[in-house]
């Protein structure tokens, strides 16, 4: 079964984004869970593995394999994210188990995301 029948049996909407961002109140919504993030009071590191978890749980990763991000999630992660740190990639690789080639790839579409975003506004 692919998660797009899966998607269709549990009731959920595929088109909705697993990951928003409300800005006013500081939470980072994945699926139906609010994470609490505040950019700048906690590590990438630390949001990263918040994250994570949660993105495991939700699609039943077990612990150790990579965790990938959708390409519709990205904007969203760019948002909360520090994007000029010099470790993110280091962080990106420990926290979602990625090669470096993956993470360093990652790390560019979220640098790339975030600026399509910003020129649009």
């Known amino acids: 079964m692919t998660s797009l029948e899966t998607n269709k049996q549990s009731g959920r909407d595929e088109s909705k984004p697993l990951?928003?961002?409300?800005?006013?109140?500081g939470i980072l919504w994945l699926d139906d869970v609010p994470i609490p993030v505040r950019p700048g009071e906690r590590t990438n590191a630390e949001l990263l593995r918040s994250l994570?978890?949660?993105?495991?749980?939700?699609?039943?990763?077990?612990?150790?394999?990579?965790?990938?991000?959708?390409?519709?999630?990205?904007?969203?992660?760019?948002?909360?994210?520090?994007l000029t740190h010099r470790a993110l990639r280091r962080d990106v690789r420990r926290e979602l188990v990625?090669?470096?080639?993956?993470?360093?790839d990652l790390v560019a579409k979220l640098r790339r995301s975030?600026?399509?975003?910003?020129a649009d506004s």
């Open 52 to 82: 994570v978890s949660c993105i495991r749980e939700l699609r039943r990763l077990p612990d150790g394999a990579p965790c990938h991000l959708r390409d519709r999630e990205l904007h969203t992660f760019a948002d909360v994210l520090d």
């Open 19 to 25: 990951a928003r961002f409300d800005a006013d109140h």
């Open 98 to 104: 990625l090669n470096k080639e993956q993470a360093g």
């Open 114 to 118: 975030h600026r399509a975003v910003l």
